[in-house]
């Protein structure tokens, strides 16, 4: 279901409104106060869908829980960063984890495998243990920049995650977006994200991109349907923008609309209509 957008003259791509089931924005705070939580969801809140609590950001952050509940006020959910449940999990703490959890007010986890190397049958067995309790974003691929990336292997991994009770899926890049996903230059593995689209729903999968180039290059494949994560807390509005065909990586995406058929405001002339009232008088 789409909605208008800003002042609504323009026409834009197509963009799906809270609560969204694709076209998701998943933003890192890697520390946010609560004054910096506030100022992004005025800015910004209505292009928010998940915030990530970074790494163990949450462990040690004050206020954790009263960020979740204005979130949560604003249509926004927030998950902690999988790295924390590994360590919980390598520490025998899921279930203090889990509790924790449910005091803060969370509702959404993510698992992941990618900083411990956790074996992937043990990461479906935490994924079955958590669905019950909580929405599971399970992530895929390693943080090591040295591991092979083989396509064939994400694709079952991520499936076998699905299976095992995931709602979403998260494909790894890392907040610098040099692993996984992308090259040590940040180039887009496309070989990869083509054999993701094609054996998974698209719409199930949250593809990092914290690099501006690297989320047009996503907006241009998939449309701004693309689920795009680790978005800075300061390129929300930018990656809007993309989306949307408002900035000149995405021009491109904007609907054809013929010059001579588009309406006019009213009290605002037309370049044709201005030409004829400034036009020097015939002279006899």
């Given at each position: 279901?789409?909605?208008?957008?800003?002042p609504g003259?323009?026409?834009?791509?197509?963009?799906s409104?809270?609560?969204?089931v694709d076209?998701?924005?998943?933003v890192?705070?890697?520390?946010?106060?609560?004054v910096g939580?506030?100022?992004?969801?005025a800015?910004?809140?209505?292009?928010?869908?998940?915030?990530k609590?970074?790494?163990?950001?949450a462990y040690?952050?004050?206020?954790?829980?009263?960020?979740?509940?204005v979130?949560r006020?604003?249509g926004v959910?927030?998950?902690?960063g999988?790295t924390?449940?590994?360590i919980?999990d390598r520490?025998?703490r899921?279930e203090?984890?889990?509790r924790?959890?449910h005091?803060?007010g969370?509702?959404?986890?993510?698992?992941?495998?990618?900083a411990?190397?956790?074996?992937?049958?043990?990461?479906?067995?935490?994924?079955?243990r958590?669905a019950?309790e909580?929405t599971v974003?399970?992530e895929c691929?390693?943080?090591?920049?040295g591991?092979?990336?083989?396509?064939?292997a994400w694709?079952?991994e991520?499936?076998?995650d699905?299976e095992?009770?995931?709602?979403?899926?998260?494909a790894?890049?890392?907040?610098?977006g040099t692993?996984?996903?992308y090259e040590?230059n940040?180039?887009v593995?496309?070989e990869?994200v083509?054999a993701i689209?094609?054996a998974?729903?698209?719409?199930?999968?949250?593809?990092?991109?914290?690099?501006?180039d690297?989320q047009?290059w996503?907006v241009r494949?998939?449309?701004?349907v693309?689920n795009?994560?680790?978005?800075?807390t300061?390129?929300v509005i930018?990656l809007?923008?993309?989306?949307?065909?408002?900035?000149?990586?995405?021009?491109?995406?904007l609907?054809?609309?013929?010059?001579d058929?588009?309406?006019?405001?009213?009290?605002i002339r037309s370049?044709?209509?201005?030409h004829?009232t400034?036009a020097r008088?015939a002279?006899?």
């Open positions: 279901m789409s909605t208008q957008i800003g003259f323009l026409s834009l791509p197509p963009r409104h809270k609560p969204r076209g998701l924005t998943h890192l705070d890697k520390g946010l106060s609560m939580l506030e100022s992004l969801l800015a910004a809140g209505d292009s928010v869908d998940i915030i609590l970074g790494w163990g950001t040690v952050s004050d206020g954790v829980k009263a960020k979740v509940r979130a006020a604003a959910h927030m998950c902690p999988g924390l449940l590994e919980c520490q025998g899921v203090d984890y889990a924790w959890m005091r803060l969370i509702t959404h986890v993510e698992v992941s495998n990618g411990l190397g956790m074996e992937a049958s043990h990461k479906r067995e935490l994924i079955r958590l019950q909580f974003l399970s691929g390693s943080k090591d920049p591991v092979d990336v083989v396509a064939d694709v079952e991520m499936s076998g699905l095992a009770g995931a709602s979403l899926l998260i790894e890049a890392r907040e610098s692993v996984g996903l040590p940040g180039e593995r496309a990869l083509e689209v094609t998974l729903p698209p719409g199930l999968v949250i593809f990092e991109a914290p690099r501006k690297q047009a996503f494949r998939l449309g701004a693309a795009l994560g680790n978005i800075p300061d390129e930018a809007e923008t993309l989306r949307l065909g408002l900035r000149s990586d995405t021009l491109d995406l609907p054809d609309v013929p010059l058929q588009g309406p006019t405001s009213p009290g370049d044709k209509a201005t004829l400034h008088p002279t006899a």
